[in-house]
Every structure is written in structure tokens, then in C-alpha cells.
């Protein structure tokens, strides 16, 4: 008889979550406690909004909570890419990962397969950054600075089930 781990348990949001996520994919409150407003846009009280959102990250449906500023209106910033050799992506994306200026990283089915974006505060801090993930990578780092801005909507419906 083979033993197997029972399935893990789906995530189940919570209503809070739920509203959280619904109510603040655009538009976080830009004020000096934005957990607190939140809260009372929702009826709820500033740490229970931090404790469901801790939450959430913690299940992995949240990575980060934060605005989204437009490129180069605050600062520096690129998208860079690399063509990491497969044995190497964990590593090189390990070592692109530890940089505060990096926003993420994320791999590609492309040549060029580890794509991320570097922001700082000015456009010599970004080169300097690019130019050091080259010297400890070895491997060249493709700068793909923002000609023209072009806005996505990251933010959809959700449907709860």
C-alpha cells in the first residue's frame, strides 16, 4: 500500500480578505496610516485589515501591498532582462532578488529568460545597479529603458465561489 499526503486544503478568504482585495487593487489610500483608512472604508479595525492581510500573503495570494508609481516620474527606473543558462536561474535570480532596487523578477520562455525591474533614485544608480548584477553574474545585462509609456489595468473582478 503506498502512502500519500492528503491534498493540501484550498484558501478560503475571509469576508475581510475578500473585501480587501476586491475593494484595493486600485486606489490604495495615499495617507500617513493607510492600513487605518482601509479600515474604515470597510467597517473593520486597522489591525484586523493588517492581521487579513498578513494573512493573504501568507496563503500566497498576496505578494506585496504598495502603490505603483509612473516610471520616471519619482526616481530611475528600467526593465532589464538576461539570458541565464537554465542551470543557472535559480541562482542569478537568487542573487537579482537581493537588491532593494529590484520591484521583482520573473523567468520567460525566451533566450532572453529572467526579466526585472530595477528603480531607484536616479538613472546612474540604476546603471550602477545593472552593472554590478553583470560583474557577479558574469552574464550581460540587457537595459530596456521606457521610450514610451504604455498603461496595462492590473486590476480585474474577482469572482468568490
Keep these: 500500500m503506498r502512502r500519500t499526503d492528503p491534498e493540501p486544503e484550498p484558501f478560503r478568504p475571509t469576508a475581510l480578505q475578500r473585501a480587501l482585495l476586491d475593494r484595493f487593487q486600485r486606489e490604495l489610500p495615499l495617507v ?3 492600513y487605518a483608512a482601509m ?3 470597510l467597517g473593520a479595525s486597522e489591525a484586523e485589515v493588517i492581521e487579513a492581510l498578513a494573512g493573504l500573503q501568507a496563503a ?3 505578494a506585496r501591498v504598495g502603490v505603483t508609481l509612473a516610471p520616471n516620474r519619482v ?3 528600467t526593465l532589464a532582462a538576461m539570458a541565464v543558462p537554465k542551470e543557472r536561474l535559480a541562482e542569478v535570480a537568487a542573487l537579482v532578488s537581493a537588491f532593494s532596487e529590484v520591484d521583482h523578477n520573473y ?3 525566451h533566450r532572453f529568460n529572467l526579466w526585472f525591474v530595477v528603480t531607484a533614485a536616479s538613472r546612474a544608480e540604476v546603471e550602477r545597479v545593472l552593472a554590478t548584477i553583470e560583474a557577479r553574474t558574469g552574464l550581460p545585462v540587457l ?3 521606457l521610450e514610451r509609456p504604455f498603461k496595462l489595468d492590473l486590476g480585474f473582478p474577482l469572482s468568490w465561489n
Design 143 to 145: 537595459d530596456l529603458p
Design 107 to 109: 523567468e520567460r520562455e
Design 32 to 34: 500617513p496610516r493607510p
Design 60 to 62: 500566497g495570494v498576496l
Design 75 to 77: 526616481g530611475a527606473s
Design 39 to 41: 479600515a474604515e472604508a
